[in-house]
């Protein structure tokens, strides 16, 4: 290709040949080194840096277009492995490395996996909140998935012992760290349910998966995708406790409730007993104070509604009546009085009349009574002086007769 260059050259024209034939031979490389003068443009977003080892150092871009994909931000001082096109920008003469995509390596390359795991879980979701499980809020069985030496059991212990000492703890020791602990948990994750449903144990209310803090590559068993994947499939409510609060896990993501550290979930999942006793005793005198103020209430109302002149407009009413009846009851009587009393004198006077005109006040004034013997009984021929004569001529001659003087009476012959 050179021989076909021309005798003289514009700087363009020779940096447009050296373009096409570095572009032509090296299309696509890989390259490990570490990142050096990271910058992001702040208006196009484009990442400018450098790519360097112990010797030697090339310049690369990664447009806004490739980055955006990116799980991670690069630094400054971090190991990579970046693949990409050899490109020439003319306009300076410089060739650079246009990157296409960049994996992390060490402890990098850990968090770009974690970042990729993360990713894919997440768009499966994995991690949607619709599908987290509510915790109850006065738990009575907790069980524990961690290791039953160090100090993550006693302080959880400790802890709720303190809070909430009616709880029951279980503990299910497992490994935490190195390549056995997420087989070992995922195996206690599936036990569980078998012994809760042979009754070894009781129904669990939470699981607690612990343990204490480490670098990312201690805490890299909390990771796996088949754990996650279990957490997620677990019916009972799993609380991660991973590490310290700057410690992030994919099982964090994947259980119900994410607890900074294990003493936090402690913490979280049981109430403070002594709160509890407070506030029964705030709502046993609200209610006290509640119920007495109703019933003051309900007496001044009644107090209010007894003095309304409408309620005891009916009471009025027939508190009349009672005077009415009253009022007819004495009218009754007297009427009966006077009437009893005017009864009493006519008799009087009737007695009075009679006496005049009895048969015995004439005796007394010289008349006297004749009296001829009329027959009594017929069958026994009885015969007494009871028939009055009024006529001479009712008498015969030789008739005994009775004579009725005032005093007394004597019998004679008709002569």
Same mark, same amino acid.
């Given at each position: 290709?050179?021989?076909?260059?021309?005798?003289?050259?514009?700087?363009?024209?020779?940096?447009?040949?050296?373009?096409?034939?570095?572009?032509?031979?090296?299309?696509?490389?890989?390259?490990?080194?570490?990142?050096?003068?990271?910058?992001?443009?702040?208006?196009?977003?484009?990442?400018?840096?450098?790519?360097?080892?112990?010797?030697?150092?090339?310049?690369?871009?990664?447009?806004?277009?490739?980055?955006?994909?990116?799980?991670?931000?690069?630094?400054?001082?971090?190991?990579?492995?970046?693949?990409?096109?050899?490109?020439?920008?003319?306009?300076?003469?410089?060739?650079?490395?246009?990157?296409?995509?960049?994996?992390?390596?060490?402890?990098?390359?850990?968090?770009?996996?974690?970042?990729?795991?993360?990713?894919?879980?997440?768009?499966?979701?994995?991690?949607?909140?619709?599908?987290?499980?509510?915790?109850?809020?006065?738990?009575?069985?907790?069980?524990?998935?961690?290791?039953?030496?160090?100090?993550?059991?006693?302080?959880?212990?400790?802890?709720?012992?303190?809070?909430?000492?009616?709880?029951?703890?279980?503990?299910?020791?497992?490994?935490?760290?190195?390549?056995?602990?997420?087989?070992?948990?995922?195996?206690?994750?599936?036990?569980?349910?078998?012994?809760?449903?042979?009754?070894?144990?009781?129904?669990?209310?939470?699981?607690?998966?612990?343990?204490?803090?480490?670098? $990312? =590559?201690?805490?890299?068993? &909390? !990771?796996?995708?088949?754990?996650?994947?279990?957490? *997620?499939?677990? /019916?009972?409510?799993?609380?991660?406790?991973?590490?310290?609060?700057?410690?992030?896990?994919?099982?964090?993501?994947?259980?119900?409730?994410?607890?900074?550290?294990?003493?936090?979930?402690?913490?979280?999942?049981?109430?403070?007993?002594?709160?509890?006793?407070?506030?029964?005793?705030?709502?046993?005198?609200?209610?006290?104070?509640?119920?007495?103020?109703?019933?003051?209430?309900?007496?001044?109302?009644?107090?209010? $509604? =007894?003095?309304?002149?409408? &309620? !005891?407009?009916?009471?009025?009413?027939?508190?009349? *009546?009672?005077? /009415?009846?009253?009022?007819?009851?004495?009218?009754?009587?007297?009427?009966?009085?006077?009437?009893?009393?005017?009864?009493?004198?006519?008799?009087?006077?009737?007695?009075?009349?009679?006496?005049?005109?009895?048969?015995?006040?004439?005796?007394?004034?010289?008349?006297?009574?004749?009296?001829?013997?009329?027959?009594?009984?017929?069958?026994?021929?009885?015969?007494?002086?009871?028939?009055?004569?009024?006529?001479?001529?009712?008498?015969?001659?030789?008739?005994?007769?009775?004579?009725?003087?005032?005093?007394?009476?004597?019998?004679?012959?008709?002569?």
């Amino acid at each position: 290709m050179t021989e076909n260059l021309p005798q003289i050259l514009t700087v363009s024209e020779l940096n447009s040949y050296i373009k096409v034939l570095i572009e032509e031979n090296f299309r696509f490389v890989h390259l490990i080194g570490e990142i050096s003068n990271f910058k992001i443009h702040t208006q196009s977003g484009h990442y400018y840096f450098t790519i360097k080892d112990e010797s030697s150092q090339i310049n690369a871009v990664m447009w806004k277009t490739r980055n955006q994909s990116l799980l991670f931000t690069p630094e400054d001082g971090m190991q990579v492995v970046v693949k990409g096109r050899v490109t020439v920008y003319p306009a300076r003469g410089n060739y650079q490395v246009e990157v296409w995509d960049i994996k992390p390596q060490g402890a990098g390359e850990l968090q770009y996996r974690f970042e990729q795991l993360k990713q894919k879980l997440f768009e499966e979701g994995l991690f949607d909140e619709a599908h987290k499980k509510p915790l109850p809020k006065f738990p009575e069985n907790v069980l524990m998935i961690t290791s039953r030496t160090g100090a993550v059991l006693q302080d959880f212990i400790n802890i709720t012992k303190r809070r909430y000492p009616v709880m029951n703890l279980f503990v299910y020791p497992v490994n935490v760290q190195g390549q056995t602990a997420a087989p070992s948990i995922i195996g206690a994750l599936k036990d569980i349910p078998k012994l809760v449903k042979s009754k070894t144990l009781p129904e669990i209310d939470i699981i607690v998966l612990a343990r204490g803090g480490g670098s $990312i =590559e201690d805490l890299w068993a &909390f !990771n796996d995708e088949e754990l996650a994947r279990t957490i *997620f499939d677990c /019916k009972i409510p799993i609380v991660s406790a991973i590490g310290h609060e700057v410690d992030f896990t994919i099982c964090d993501f994947a259980a119900d409730l994410r607890a900074p550290t294990p003493s936090a979930a402690a913490e979280l999942i049981t109430p403070d007993i002594r709160e509890l006793i407070e506030n029964l005793d705030k709502f046993s005198y609200f209610c006290r104070s509640f119920v007495q103020q109703k019933l003051d209430g309900y007496k001044n109302s009644l107090r209010e $509604i =007894e003095g309304n002149y409408y &309620f !005891n407009r009916p009471k009025d009413i027939i508190y009349n *009546f009672y005077q /009415k009846l009253d009022e007819y009851s004495k009218g009754i009587n007297q009427v009966t009085v006077n009437r009893l009393k005017n009864y009493l004198n006519l008799v009087k006077n009737y007695k009075k009349t009679l006496h005049h005109v009895s048969p015995q006040n004439n005796l007394k004034k010289g008349y006297a009574i004749v009296k001829k013997k009329v027959e009594m009984d017929e069958m026994r021929l009885q015969f007494d002086f009871n028939k009055i004569v009024t006529r001479a001529a009712n008498l015969k001659k030789a008739e005994e007769v009775e004579i009725e003087f005032f005093d007394k009476s004597k019998n004679a012959r008709i002569i």
